[in-house]
T-cell receptor
Framework: GAVVSQHPSWVICKSGTSVKIECRSL??????MFWYRQFPKQSLMLMAT?????????EQGVEKDKFLINHASLTLSTLTVTSAHPEDSSFYIC?????????????FGPGTRLLVL | AQTVTQSQPEMSVQEAETVTLSCTYD???????LFWYKQPPSRQMILVIR??????QNATENRFSVNFQKAAKSFSLKISDSQLGDAAMYFC????????????FGTGTRLQVTL
């Protein structure tokens, strides 16, 4: 149980285009999902907390208009990188909590590698 | 704000031996959770072990165990009988309680396992 998937696993796009990344909880419902960014050889940095049916909560310094988050169902959250630029190239990871088990442990997706040319 | 410190950027252990990864944290809360996650080269984050701060007993999961010292705000991970598959980046993480709980990660320790 507690499996989280992400799609796509990697994407290359041109500068100025938008890219959507999907995060799905496969065998459980997740009212809360999290989006992280990880640069090479660095730790995970929380970008935002995605709440089903309400607006996402963004961490300080994260542009909400740049990184659009939608959590329209209990099993799907999406992150859209709008007008992507090379500095947005990174590894994006989502996580979700299985509240049937506990409210505290986050289960992570396999990540999405984004390269903006 | 909570902070998590992993002072060992890299560690090495021989196969079948035991290694301990260090983690310290800072918080003013009395109730919280601590985690160790493993990130192998695939970059999939895998939960290794978790500890509830209100529990005095150290958590164990097969070959993995923790030494949780609440007063010292220390949370080390011991890996016994190390295997080649244990080679990965290990992240210590602090989590608030409640439905809005967030994780704060340390900078990670890269573990090498040698023959």
């Amino acid at each position: 149980g507690a499996v989280v998937s992400q799609h796509p696993s990697w994407v290359i796009c041109k500068s100025g285009t938008s890219v959507k990344i999907e995060c799905r909880s496969l065998d459980f419902q997740a009212t809360t999902m999290f989006w992280y960014r990880q640069f090479p050889k660095q730790s995970l940095m929380l970008m935002a907390t995605s709440n089903e049916g309400s607006k996402a909560t963004y961490e300080q310094g994260v542009e909400k208009d740049k990184f659009l988050i939608n959590h329209a169902s209990l099993t799907l959250s999406t992150l859209t990188v709008t007008s992507a630029h090379p500095e947005d190239s990174s590894f994006y990871i989502c996580s979700a909590r299985d509240q049937r088990l506990d409210q505290e442990t986050q289960y992570f997706g396999p990540g999405t590698r984004l390269l903006v040319l | 704000a909570q902070t998590v410190t992993q002072s060992q950027p890299e560690m090495s252990v021989q196969e079948a031996e035991t290694v301990t990864l260090s983690c310290t944290y800072d918080t003013s809360e009395s109730d919280y959770y601590l985690f160790w996650y493993k990130q192998p080269p695939s970059r999939q984050m895998i939960l290794v072990i978790r500890q509830e701060a209100y529990k005095q007993q150290n958590a164990t999961e097969n070959r993995f165990s923790v030494n949780f010292q609440k007063a010292a705000k220390s949370f080390s991970l011991k890996i016994s009988d190390s295997q080649l598959g244990d080679a990965a980046m290990y992240f210590c993480a602090y989590g608030d309680t409640g439905t809005a709980s967030k994780l704060t990660f340390g900078t990670g320790t890269r573990l090498q396992v040698t023959l």
